[in-house]
């Protein structure tokens, strides 16, 4: 049953970056996360070319997503407990190393188990910009109604970042050199990463909470124990399935075609899709339940990413790519918007970094499995990946849904915090 009560004035975009404080993590975070979704794409197009096969370049991609994946909720964990700062330096340090290795054994030659090493500590250490900057928005805006306007407002800078990094990693190794894409992005992780670091004044103050063992009155526990995260892991699997197939099958597909360059402006213009919904979704005053807009918004990307497939027009494959864009955006926010009034705030961090870390686990069982059909059949059925992971999402989506119900602490916060604000529980 929905419980709503009417706001008169709707929170915009304007009024979320008037929130003091917020611009002095907002831009060191862009730049922090901007080579996030550049390791991926800069590792496949490395790899791919010291060994010619894109199953090799994949199975690399995958294991530094399925590290990413097992480590970053730990790092979620040990930011929500001694700070984002104790985390983020010592991870940059180890980040830019460890892609620093990778690149000179795959230029070397060094077989492939020792990339596979080497992948393993770069995964592991990818620092979690993107949840941390969502852990200071929640600690600054718990209980207002400009929090979905939050996750809107990640959602399309996460996307944006989506836009730039891999055009700008495809352009370098592609231009450049094939190594220059991992170069820029280690370069970046160290310099964005430390200067995020220091903008240590924003950061949620858990640490001094965490040696009481609560905050604000509600007991430490995992994030993982709530029910509704782990369907959310699950959806958020899918997703990057959607995003690991679509990367390596783009790139095989422009290889096919003969114009590897065109595999950046197709993967630009599927970003460009997600970025564009995650604007609109940020300003739209939403009079459904977020259940239910996750799952209408699942069941469109379900639909547009089992078309990909049978598309073999390089403008089909742009159109199609930037409908599965627009289909993204709902999803993420939605689910971003759910996850946080399923928690306690003494799990936030790590809430997020389950997240971010099935998004990349998602990816990179994408990336391996995709670029084996591809490397075996040809780039069209790689998109199958997508569709697979995107209808075992829906349908876990539409048995557990129960799940995603707002624990009472929420719902009383929310009607609670002197805003006229809708409050949707369905």
């Known amino acids: 049953m929905a419980s709503t009560v009417i706001t008169d004035k709707r929170p915009g975009y304007g009024q979320l970056l008037r929130t003091p404080g917020a611009l002095s993590f907002l831009l060191p975070g862009f730049a922090a996360r901007q080579p996030f979704a550049m390791l991926t794409i800069g590792i496949v197009l490395l790899v791919q070319h010291t060994t010619g096969s894109f199953g090799s370049a994949g199975a690399v991609a995958a294991v530094t997503g399925v590290s990413m994946a097992l480590f970053a909720p730990q790092s979620g964990k040990l930011a929500d407990r001694f700070g984002q700062r104790a985390v983020l330096i010592p991870g940059v340090l180890v980040h830019t190393a460890a892609v620093s290795l990778l690149v000179v054994l795959a230029l070397s ?25 969502r852990a200071r928005w929640a ?44 170069i820029a992005e280690a370069a970046l992780t160290l310099v964005g990463g430390l200067f995020f670091a220091a903008r240590s004044a924003t950061q949620p103050a858990y640490g001094i909470a965490a040696a009481a063992g609560h905050l604000g009155g509600e007991p430490r526990r995992s994030a993982l124990s709530v029910p509704g995260v782990r369907v959310l892991i699950v959806a958020f699997l899918g997703i990057g399935s959607v995003f690991g197939g679509m990367q ?31 604007i609109a979704m940020g300003a739209v005053a939403w ?24 598309t073999h027009s390089v403008l089909l494959l742009a159109a199609l790519g930037l409908v599965v864009g627009l289909c993204i955006a709902p999803a993420l926010i939605t689910g971003y918007t759910i996850v946080e009034t399923l928690i306690p705030a003494t ?19 994408a990336v391996t499995v995709a670029g084996r059909l591809a490397d075996a059949h040809g780039a069209s059925t790689g998109f199958l990946v997508p569709m697979a992971g995107t209808a075992l999402a829906l349908a876990t989506l539409l048995a557990l849904r129960s799940r995603l119900r707002p624990r009472e602490a929420s719902r009383v916060a929310a009607r609670g915090i002197g805003h006229r604000v809708p409050v949707t529980v369905d």
């Open 109 to 133: 030659g060094a077989p492939l188990w020792a990339l596979f090493l080497a992948a393993v500590p770069a995964g592991a250490s990818v620092p979690q910009v993107g949840p941390m900057v």
């Open 139 to 182: 600690a600054k805006l718990d209980g207002t109604p400009l929090m979905p306007t939050a996750a809107a407002f990640e959602s399309v800078t996460d996307e944006f970042t989506f836009v730039v990094g891999p055009v700008l990693a495809t352009a370098l190794c592609t231009g450049v050199h094939p190594a220059a894409g991992l």
């Open 248 to 278: 390596v099958s783009l790139t095989a597909f422009s290889e096919e075609i003969g114009n590897p360059g065109a595999n950046g402006l197709l993967y630009g213009i599927f970003a460009a899709g997600n970025m564009l919904a995650g």
């Open 287 to 310: 009079k459904t339940g977020p259940r239910r807009r996750l799952i209408m918004g699942y069941a469109g990307l379900t639909v547009a990413a089992s078309l990909l497939w049978t």
């Open 347 to 365: 799990a936030r961090t790590e809430a997020f970094t389950w997240l971010t870390g099935a998004v990349a686990l998602g990816q990179a069982a």
